[in-house]
């Protein structure tokens, strides 16, 4: 059964950092995209980055230069460094995987960015 867990989230001060991280666990041969996503109360959820097997990665306009996704060498643990933290980065964060064509979710984690 394939399972992705998140860690790393927590309350941190505006301009401050968090490290993001999701491991997936399972029987898993290749997993493709995988992804950070987010969703603020009362908002839908959206795409902060993700990153290809290939190393190639997307963001979202509004964490451009402040976060960046990365994956290590087995692929199977997928990051996410956040810099200059906003107090609308405020969010349930969630890991994504693309996995034999199918879609992963993790449970999330919490982000709060407040002084």
């Known amino acids: 059964q394939v399972q992705l867990v998140e860690s790393g989230g927590g309350l941190v001060q505006p301009g401050g950092s968090l490290r993001l991280s999701c491991d997936v666990s399972g029987r898993v041969f290749g997993i493709n995209n995988m992804g950070w996503y987010r969703q603020a109360p009362g908002k839908e959820r959206e795409r902060v980055a993700t990153?290809?097997?290939?190393?190639?990665?997307v963001y979202t306009d509004s964490v451009k230069g402040r976060f960046t996704i990365s994956r290590t060498n087995t692929k199977r643990t997928v990051y996410l460094e956040m810099n200059s933290l906003k107090s609308e980065d405020t969010a349930v964060y969630y890991c994504?995987?693309?996995?034999?064509?199918?879609?992963?979710w993790g449970k999330g984690t919490q982000v709060t960015v407040s002084a």
């Open positions: 994504n995987a693309l996995i034999y064509g199918m879609e992963f």
């Open positions: 990153i290809t097997s290939s190393g190639e990665s």
